[in-house]
């Protein structure tokens, strides 16, 4: 194995960019991202021409390319732990490009449907569900224990630095096309050669593999029963899961808010995208400083501070104050993501690790489809802004009560502890 992947690199906030593999992985990623930015632009503006402007389509759409997780979630994170990581994001990154290709070939030829756009988002979740697993777990493999948090912050990074650009870009192509959405889907389709080109070159011998889990029944309960058994972990999933449902459907509410609220076109829309990446990606970068597993009480005061800036956003007045708001909300949003993702995984046995962050995004994204069908519901029968504060209220509500829950089991081991009994409440971090 090389010096370049064995010694650690110095202090910093991009050291994980010294490792080669992770460097090929992290600028295609910025690529790739950019243009999947622009299909989910140019897919929620397609829904809304094809629909009339209906929120519940906006939210059938969200929960059909996210809800896929939900049933095959975990049995992405048994291959993730069975099979090798970076053939199987390879296939995962060919059927997404194909499926991108079909949805802009469809627009092109002018015979897209709205059932045409629910049929792609759906196979584009079942392989979405497979692919995030064994992406978030071949981070490690890339650069090791020591620059994990690094590595996770800056794949954070990358996805808001391409969201700078992305959303920017597709609502121009949109506006400049007179409202044709093709373009942006072809672009997505072209982005993910780069991934896959980076994957094909790594250098196999600097990676990090773990053992894999070999083949036989009840891989799945295992990892299951091992994550039930860590308290710690099952505050991580809840938290995720309230997160995914309440706090990350931009998707549905910026849509409505620039077309509904506002009553401008694409370009705003667009923009909103970019705002709120110009946050996400500060908020990255802060994380990436971050050299330790958070603690606890971050992670619960990091998912009060994001509700509370989407209340804020809600309460705006009009579109500048709107954009300028998605800045600090962007970066409360990240700065949880991140510290949630790092919790996750320096918290697991590696063998289990593909299995846990799979159960992880389960959580995380199997939550999208519940809320944003809520949040689009809200929307059409109250307002776009009724359903961010509605979103934000539920975050700082369910931070509090995980507030409560904390200080209670601290008090509890403290008197346990003066008697002199062995504690079995989880410390918070």
Not at 193 to 198: C, D, N, P, S
Not at 272 to 291: D, E, K
Not at 300 to 315: D, K
Request: overall charge positive; aromatic content about 8%.
């Amino acid at each position: 194995m090389s010096a370049t992947a064995t010694e650690k690199p110095s202090r910093g906030a991009f050291r994980s960019l010294r490792v080669r593999n992770y460097r090929l992985f992290a600028s295609a990623n910025l690529l790739s991202n950019t243009g999947t930015w622009m299909q989910r632009i140019g897919q929620d503006w397609l829904v809304l021409q094809l629909s009339g402007d209906s929120g519940v389509a906006l939210g059938v759409v969200s929960a059909l390319q996210f809800g896929p997780v939900l049933v095959i979630g975990m049995y992405g994170g048994v291959l993730a732990d069975r099979y090798p990581k970076r053939r199987t994001l390879i296939v995962t990154q060919v059927l997404m490009g194909v499926l991108a290709l079909v949805l802009g070939l469809l627009v092109l030829t002018g015979g897209v449907a709205l059932w045409h756009v629910f049929v792609l988002a759906g196979a584009l979740g079942t392989v979405s569900a497979v692919d995030a697993p064994v992406r978030q777990s071949f981070v490690s493999e890339m650069v090791g224990p020591d620059l994990l948090v690094n590595a996770v912050s800056l794949n954070s990074s990358t996805f808001n630095g391409a969201r700078l650009v992305g959303p920017a870009l597709a609502g121009l192509l949109i506006a400049a096309t007179g409202g044709n959405t093709a373009p942006a889907f072809f672009i997505n389709a072209a982005s993910f050669a780069f991934t896959i080109v980076a994957l094909a070159v790594m250098r196999a011998d600097e990676l990090h593999p773990t053992a894999p889990a070999g083949r036989g029944p009840g891989q799945l309960r295992a990892g299951l029963r091992y994550t039930w058994s860590r308290p710690d972990l099952v505050l991580a999933m809840a938290l995720a899961l309230l997160v995914g449902g309440f706090g990350l459907n931009s998707q549905i509410t910026f849509a409505l808010m620039a077309r509904q609220e506002f009553g401008l076109g694409a370009e705003a829309f667009g923009l909103l995208g970019t705002f709120f990446a110009v946050g996400s990606l500060t908020g990255a970068l802060v994380s990436a400083r971050r050299s330790r597993r958070p603690g606890e009480r971050f992670l619960v005061v990091a998912v009060v501070v994001f509700g509370l800036m989407g209340i804020a956003a809600g309460l705006m007045p009009g579109y500048a104050w709107f954009a300028a708001m998605l800045v600090p909300y962007g970066a409360a949003a990240m700065v949880f993501i991140v510290a949630n993702n790092s919790f996750v995984q320096l918290g697991v046995d590696p063998q289990m690790r593909g299995r846990v962050m799979a159960l992880y995004f389960t959580c995380l994204t199997g939550g999208i489809p519940i809320g944003s069908l809520v949040l689009g519901w809200v929307a059409e029968q109250l307002s776009a802004p009724w359903a961010l504060v509605l979103s934000g209220s539920m975050l700082v509500l369910a931070g509090l009560v995980v507030a409560l829950w904390l200080a209670r089991g601290s008090r509890r081991a403290a008197a346990q502890s003066g008697a002199g009994a062995p504690s079995s409440a989880v410390a918070p971090g």
